[in-house]
């Protein structure tokens, strides 16, 4: 079969000029502000998203943007750390075909999205007047852009609503979705003589108010679509994709949901070539040609679902390579090995079935199941597994050594009837071609959840007792688990325990194994610490007195609950003394001016406590008056005088008081007659 040679030599050059050569170590810019460039909320010393593509495409510093090896021509890699966006664009600047709201990548550069979002902002009305209608990102010919693990929304533009590229453009985990071609083509990507490989992404809920409402690939240029969803996109002609003058390869991929009034799914003319290997094309919509609209184009399927009709304007050579199911018989199927007329068994809705994109389930009926070509299978480009990441062929009892037709490969490895490679769960960052190929059918290992970190008061000598739980472990097969726990402590079982943990912080390892033999591991940190003050004593013990000095005794100690290793300091008039020693000072009987002992204690993380004694005053003496009959009698005398002045005093006031009231009378009497004497005299 001629085909597959060819398209293994076509497959082998579109894996190598998006790959690229072998690079050196990147230049890395790390955005820290989510804040749009040139914006009031960007800082001098920040490094903004669209800094750190201007350092790229300048190999210089910019701002905040640095690194030690700018000026050594890149490659160029811009982090954007997990959870800092999203990064909402309001400006933009002219770019080839209308405007872009970053600057245009020239050179060789790669975004790690982190799962963080770019967006146009969602206020912006699309069409809007000219200077809010913009693109995400574009790519310049000659130039590379990998974007990983990212969303770009909201883009609108007059053709490539969220990337348009004539260069080479990766794209891996990535969700381009409600953008728009307002006056052109590529809704969501539009891939302009470049070269584009897109993998385990989803282009859904894109429009173009011409061509391609999702990706539109034109101009000799070259796309991969690999294990990536397209659905649920809009557009006068190729709802999903539009492949005109170009070559676009799908693998392992689903085109579901798009609509359009020719080519729901897929539009392919204009001496373009299309190869659908190992796919699935189901519930497009269109006037003419609901899964696929062909005119002037040729066109390769193999190991490919279609449930949907095709439009042939002509029909292409090579159109069949064998092991192809259609729900109709409209797309051209002759080869032996193909299915048509008969229900696909497949869902009729595309839902997460494993995998890091959408899929339609494929049921236990499905005529696909066992169907496939295994050559085709295993191809450059298919690799082996389905869309989700999982083993082709499944291994499951049926079919030995065939793989199924579709984006999905059943597997049903408990004889239930139900596909067990929904399980599968791949990181959408990461490529599954090699290191990421899962057989749903295998016992797989079991996933060990140690718990999380852990902080711990010591309460002991011993530490502070843990507790261990790790029942968030869990086997894919629903398994019974054993568990085993290792650390300072030595060794425990038991999916939770309690141990003690000493001081610091330690690594404490956990192991569970299934019926099987598989082993999963985790591990969490666990942190002891001595937050308590310790306990410090002080005391002075007079133990002697010899004439006007003392002998006192120093009484001083210190204690703490979890470090046996505490420094004890004591200072006793100035000068240091320990627990025991006998000093000698001067006596004394007022307490103000007692001499103090000052003890302090420090542990071995810090803490620290302080404990202070005052030494014990002397009794005060009493000093007794003599007492001879000449002291008595003056003592007698005094006593005698005083009783005799206060009794003077007590006689003067009386005759004063009666003097002062005599005058008092007289005077009122002489005030009558003076009145009355007037009165009769005139």
């Known amino acids: 079969m001629l085909w597959k040679g060819l398209s293994h030599l076509r497959l082998l050059a579109i894996t190598l000029l998006a790959a690229g050569p072998a690079q050196a170590a990147p230049t890395v810019f790390t955005v820290d502000t989510a804040a749009e460039r040139n914006s009031a909320a960007d800082l001098a010393t920040n490094c903004t998203l669209g800094d750190a593509l201007t350092a790229a495409n300048a190999d210089a510093a910019v701002d ?3 690194h030690p090896d700018v000026g050594t021509g890149g490659p160029f890699e811009i982090v954007l750390p997990a959870g800092s966006g999203p990064f ?107 070269n584009a490989e897109i ?91 609901q899964g696929l609209y062909n005119y002037n184009g040729s066109i390769t399927f193999a190991n490919t679902i279609l449930a949907d009709r095709c439009f042939l304007l002509a029909k292409p050579p090579n159109l069949d390579a064998g092991h192809n199911l259609e729900r109709r018989n409209t797309c051209g199927l002759t080869a032996a090995t193909s299915i048509v007329n008969v229900s696909t068994g ?52 049926a079919g030995a050594g065939s793989c199924d037709i579709g984006a999905v490969e059943f597997a049903d490895c408990d004889g239930n009837g139900l596909d067990d490679g929904g399980e599968i769960r791949l990181d959408p960052s990461l490529d599954a071609d090699a290191n990421h190929v ?8 079991p996933v060990a959840m140690a718990g999380g970190d852990q902080v711990l008061a010591c309460s002991s000598a011993a530490g502070a007792e843990a507790t261990l739980d790790g029942s968030g472990s869990s086997d894919p097969e629903g398994g019974a688990l054993t568990y085993a726990w290792s650390g300072p402590f030595g060794s425990a079982a038991g999916e939770t325990t309690a141990v003690m943990m000493p001081l610091g912080t330690a690594t404490v390892g956990l192991q569970v194994a299934d019926a099987a033999g598989n ?144 005058i008092h009378h007289y005077r009122k009497k002489a005030h009558r007659m003076i009145r009355h004497a007037r009165s009769r005299w005139g």
């Open 64 to 66: 905040g943007c640095s």
């Open 88 to 194: 909402v664009l309001e400006r933009s600047e002219t770019a080839s075909k209308g405007r872009v709201g970053l600057p245009i990548v020239r050179s060789n550069v790669t975004i790690r999205g982190n799962g963080n979002a770019i967006e146009r902002n969602i206020a912006f009305a699309c069409p809007d007047p000219v200077a809010d209608e913009f693109r995400l990102l574009e790519v310049a010919r000659n130039a590379r852009l990998t974007v990983e693990d990212l969303g770009l929304h909201n883009g609108c533009a007059l053709s490539g609503g969220a990337v348009h590229s004539a260069g080479q453009l990766v794209l891996r985990g990535v969700l381009i979705s409600n953008n728009a071609a307002t006056s052109g083509d590529g809704g969501g990507v539009s891939n302009d003589g470049g």
């Open 199 to 289: 993998v385990d992404s989803t282009i859904a809920d894109n429009r173009a108010s011409d061509e391609a409402g999702g990706i539109y690939n034109v101009g000799d240029g070259i796309l991969v679509l690999k294990r990536s969803t397209v659905a649920r996109n809009s557009s006068r002609t190729g709802g999903g994709l539009q492949n005109s003058f170009a070559t676009a390869t799908l693998l392992n991929s689903t085109v579901s949901g798009n609509s359009a009034t020719e080519g729901g799914g897929i539009a392919n003319g204009g001496g373009a070539a299309l190869t659908v290997l190992g796919s699935t094309i189901a519930t497009n919509q269109a006037s003419q040609g």
């Open 346 to 397: 497949i869902s009729g809705l595309l839902a997460d079935n494993g995998g890091p994109t959408d899929t339609h389930e494929v049921v236990a009926s499905s005529p696909a199941i066992d169907a496939g070509d295994p050559a085709t299978c295993a191809m450059l480009g298919v690799d082996g597994i389905d869309q989700r990441g999982v083993a082709r062929p499944d291994g499951d009892a």
């Open 438 to 445: 899962l057989d749903a059918c295998e016992d797989k290992p």
């Open 519 to 662: 082993v999963g591991s985790d591990e969490l940190q666990v942190t002891v610490e001595d937050t308590a003050a310790p306990t410090a004593s002080a005391g002075l013990e007079r133990i002697a007195m010899n004439g006007d000095l003392d002998d006192v005794k120093v009484q001083a100690s210190c204690s703490d609950v979890c470090d046996g290793s505490v420094v004890t300091e004591a200072l006793f008039n100035g000068a240091s003394v320990a627990d025991g020693d006998v000093v000698q000072i001067q006596g004394f009987e007022d307490a103000s001016t007692a001499p103090v002992l000052t003890v302090r204690c420090v542990d071995a993380s810090g803490n620290t406590a302080e404990a202070t004694a005052a030494a014990p005053a002397r009794d005060p003496v009493v000093v007794e008056p003599p007492r001879d009959s000449r002291w008595e009698r003056w003592q007698a005398y005094k006593a005698r005088w005083e009783a005799y002045r206060a009794s003077w005093e007590a006689y003067k006031k009386a005759k004063w008081e009666a003097c002062r009231q005599r």
